[in-house]
């Protein structure tokens, strides 16, 4: 296990051709989601968490006399893909650490590299390319670590939880975002025969789809927090929206009202909750 953080340690492919960097909103557009509806996603989750990040800063990363640099606080974004989240918790949110992303995708963690660098962040970024469920870090390095969307692409989340809090430090904090099993199942029922219809219509015979992508129910991710060595210590749900790739064939005005429709349900709190379509859950390392 690598003892320091040591970016030499790593080889990081260079960006081959033109550098052209798409945050959240860009890569929401591309996929047919407008910017005011992807506002909202965002600050539903990736905003909400944020400051459950950041105040790990107050913290600190332990120190060493020699490695000054060891004293700021580090996080750790599985799945990091591009690093455009990191790099607005760096920015918009004043993250005081250093930030750690892994990615199997050479070509994103590349881009992630590559901006950081332009931005002047290359020294409070370190991009790998591997695997959740084998870091290559040592022990007990991180103070806090984020999987926001994406533990329901990973083959085996419960290994990848596992390794998460391998390399938290005692009383660090896993934070993950994550679909729900269920309100994923009950808007695939609804929308199953729009679905249907578009198939026919494109001359497909079916859907293309990650062959990892498994939402989960608040017992499943219970179950596997507790049995890799964590104590859920906040959760609640968020987002009152249909998936993306169902919303994204509303005109803008049917987004408006489902959009209006959203923060009403939020409005009634508790009682609705059950039809939010996001887990958000804050767990702490146990001694």
Known sequence: MR??????????????????????????????????????RISRVKDLIAPWICRHAERGGGGDEKDPASSFPLALDIVCGNGWYCLRLLGNWGFKGRIAGVDVSFAKTASFEKEASLRGLGSRILANVANAELLPFRDGVFDVVYATESIEHIENPGEALREACRVLKPDGELIVTTPSGPMHKFWKSVFFFPMMLKRLFLGRSSVARCPYDKPMSFRQLHTLAKNAG?????????????????????????????????????????PAMFLALHHVVRMRKNR
Do not use: M
């Open 3 to 40: 003892s320091k953080w040591n970016a030499e340690d790593f080889e990081i492919p260079s960006v081959p051709g033109d550098h052209v960097f798409e945050d959240g909103y860009v890569l929401a557009a591309r996929q047919g989601i407008p910017e005011f509806i992807e506002d909202y």
């Open 230 to 270: 964590f104590k859920i210590v906040q959760y609640r749900k968020t987002i009152f929206l249909p998936h993306e790739s169902y919303i994204k064939f509303f005109p803008q005005k049917a987004q408006c009202i489902l959009l209006r429709c959203s923060l009403i349900l939020e409005k009634l709190g508790r």
